[in-house]
C-alpha cells in the first residue's frame, strides 16, 4: 500500500509504531484516586500558639537586720550625797528672785516645770520641786485652792528594804543655829500637826525631823494603811507601829511633803503665833529638805534651799 518509494517505506515504519504504542500503553486517564490520594479529612492540625513565657519574678531580698537604734542619752541623774561647797560661789542659774533651789548631788534645778529624774545607791524614781510664787517659774494649777506653798513630791522604788524606824524626812544642819526666843513654842505648835516631829535645836549641828511614815502628808505603796493623813501619823507615831512596816525594794512608793509654814521665796518662817525671818538665825547655812537614813546616813534625795541674803551671810556672794 506505501509502495517501495523511501517515503513510503517511512511511513510504514510510523504506522507500525503507532500501532505498537497503541496496543501496549494505555491512554493517560487520571487514575482513581486511591485513600493515600483523598484529601485528610481531619482538619489542619493547627499549629500551637506560642505562650507568652512568664516574666521572671523579683526574688524578695533577704532582710538585713535593723541596725540598732543610736542609744539615747539618759537623763536620769545619778546623785551622790554629797553636802559640800557651802564654802563655794554658787552656780549662777536657777536663781528665782533671790531664791535658788539644788537637788544634792547634782546641782541648781528648776522649780515647778515637772519631775527629775535620778537615782543613787538606794533609791531609783524622781523628784518633783514646786514653789509658789516663784519670780519667773511656771504657775501652777496646782495651788488653785490650797493655801500650801511648796511641795516635794518623791516617786520610785528602793533599792533594799527599810525598816519604818530607820527614814526619817527633815532638815540637818552642819553648824549650830541662832535659835530664836519662843522658838519652843513654834515646836509645840508644830507637833500639833505631825506628832512624830523631833527637834534638837540647840546642838552642834540641830535638826528637826521626823519619821517619814509620820512626817509626809501624802503616801502611798504597798501596805500603807489607807488612812486620812492625820489618822496615819497618829498611827505610826508609834515605834512599834513603825517597826512592823517595811520599804521593800522594788515597789513603787509615793511620798508628798508641802506645807504653809516657810516661804522659800522670802525664808519667813510662820508657826503658831511665831513670825520670824528665819534666814538670819540659820548663821548662813541653806535648808536641806531630805528624806535620810540617820543610823547609816544612807540618804535617799535631798533637796538644798538656799537664798542669797544666805550666801552673803556665809561670805560666798558680794
Given at each position: ?209 521626823s519619821p517619814l511614815l509620820c512626817s509626809v502628808n501624802e503616801l502611798t505603796g504597798p501596805e500603807v494603811p489607807a488612812m486620812e493623813s492625820p489618822a496615819r501619823r497618829k498611827f505610826f507615831k508609834s515605834e512599834e507601829h513603825r517597826g512592823a512596816f517595811t520599804f521593800r525594794p522594788g515597789a513603787e512608793y509615793s511620798f508628798e511633803a508641802y506645807g504653809d509654814v516657810l516661804d522659800w521665796n522670802t525664808f519667813r518662817l510662820s508657826i503658831g503665833p ?45
Open positions: 500500500m506505501y509502495g517501495t518509494s523511501p517515503r513510503g517505506k517511512r511511513q510504514a515504519a510510523l504506522d507500525r509504531l503507532e500501532a505498537v504504542v497503541n496496543h501496549h500503553v494505555a491512554p493517560l486517564a487520571p487514575a482513581p484516586a486511591t485513600h493515600r490520594d483523598q484529601p485528610d479529612a481531619t482538619p489542619p492540625r493547627l499549629q500551637p500558639q506560642p505562650q507568652p513565657q512568664p516574666q521572671p519574678q523579683p526574688q524578695p531580698q533577704p532582710e538585713l537586720p535593723a541596725e540598732p537604734a543610736p542609744a539615747q542619752e539618759s537623763t536620769r541623774l545619778w546623785l551622790d550625797a554629797d553636802f559640800g561647797g557651802l564654802d563655794q560661789p554658787p552656780p549662777p542659774q536657777h536663781y528665782y528672785g533671790d531664791l535658788q533651789v539644788s537637788l544634792i548631788g547634782h546641782g541648781p534645778i528648776r522649780l515647778n516645770e515637772g519631775p527629775i529624774e535620778f537615782e543613787n545607791d538606794v533609791f531609783c524614781g524622781s523628784v518633783d520641786v514646786r514653789v509658789r510664787g516663784a519670780a519667773g517659774a511656771p504657775h501652777l494649777d496646782y495651788w488653785e485652792g490650797r493655801q500650801r506653798v511648796f511641795a516635794i513630791i518623791v516617786r520610785g522604788e528602793f533599792k533594799r528594804e527599810f525598816n519604818g524606824n530607820e527614814l526619817y524626812f527633815g532638815s540637818r544642819f552642819s553648824g549650830p543655829l541662832k535659835v530664836p526666843f519662843g522658838a519652843s513654842v513654834g515646836i509645840r505648835f508644830a507637833k500639833l500637826i505631825d506628832p512624830g516631829l523631833e527637834a534638837d535645836l540647840h546642838s552642834p549641828t540641830p535638826s528637826i525631823i511665831l513670825r520670824l525671818s528665819a534666814a538670819k538665825y540659820l548663821n548662813g547655812q541653806p535648808v536641806h529638805m531630805q528624806i535620810v537614813a540617820p543610823e547609816t546616813d544612807d540618804v535617799v534625795v535631798a533637796v538644798r534651799f538656799d537664798h542669797r541674803s544666805l550666801q552673803r551671810a556665809r561670805g560666798v556672794l558680794e
